[in-house]
């Protein structure tokens, strides 16, 4: 599976931004996504997760209230959706393919290339 994640770009805070994921040679409907990020000079996090069925979803507590993620299986699709933007949001951030809806890394087996996220504040 390859995956494109797209979205990205310099907002000022308090503005908004949705992410995309898209994947392609695989569908993604079997798996959990998750959402990770990781600040200049920081290791990288997770965000937040979402099930195969989209019945689950967990947040790291920092984006709890601000961001939401989804997805749409028929698109092949995962999005993050993010209100609220904080100076402390700023990130690449990373689509992955798990095996479960988890906070892990090693849950994941598949990862985007990254879309830059800046928050001016």
């Known amino acids: 599976v390859q995956l494109q994640a797209s979205g990205g770009g310099l907002v000022q805070a308090g503005g908004s931004l949705k992410l995309s994921c898209a994947a392609s040679g695989d569908t993604i409907s079997n798996y959990a996504m998750g959402w990770f990020r990781q600040a200049p000079g920081k290791e990288r996090e997770f965000v937040a997760t979402i099930s195969r069925g989209a019945d689950t979803t967990y947040y790291t507590d920092s984006v709890k209230g601000r961001f939401t993620i989804s997805r749409d299986n028929a698109k092949n699709t995962v999005y993050l959706q993010m209100n609220s933007l904080k100076p402390e949001d700023t990130a690449v951030y990373y689509c992955?393919?798990?095996?479960?809806?988890?906070?892990?890394?090693?849950?994941?087996?598949?990862w985007g290339q990254g879309t830059l996220v800046t928050v001016s504040s």
């Open positions: 992955a393919r798990g095996r479960a809806p988890r906070w892990t890394e090693s849950t994941y087996d598949a």
